[in-house]
């Protein structure tokens, strides 16, 4: 299987023996040894239904295919990169901040629930699920990782939102008076409440 890892705070080195990886299309900044890239397809390599439900719900991935025998460097506009494990797992993941991932995953689209329509952040969001590792981008900084408990449920802005995995439920908060004491009156003013027991990651920024 392909390794995925943390080169630098804003670069992912891929390590390729015979084997590949999907991840976003133009994010390869150098490679080394003898490498293949191409279009992971209309399904982004899940297959063509894959890719109707993403162009019906607007959670649009535009994935190449890496392959071969050597190493690759990955990043998307300076943003810092974080590498997330998956053991038999889902992940929920705002599909701009998906960089790529290794193993034997399969991405889908999942339907997150009504938000309001001038955010629309996450009205659908993608899922990456299987065994193997996910690199994410997040701005502002590294991404945040925040425990979420049956005692302490968890409530974030849905613009630093990046990641959320484990068994949880997601809802949203409508009463965010907050948004109007910290000056972030305009826009939609929900919230996303997270219970259950797993992790949330956010952003340091929002998008």
Sequence with gaps: MAQLFEQSKKVIEVHLANTSIRAISGSMVAYEGAVQFKSAGFGGGDGVLAGMKRRATGEKLSLMECGGQGRVFLAVNGQYVSVVNLNNETLQVESQQLLAFAGNLRTDVRFAGVRGASSGQGLFTTTVTGQGQVALLSAGGPLIHLE??????????????????GNLNQSFVTDVSWRAAMGQGGGEAFSLRWDGQGVVSIQPAER
């Design 148 to 165: 979420v408990s049956p005692q302490f449920p968890l409530v974030v802005d849905p613009d630093a939102f990046v990641a959320a995995r």
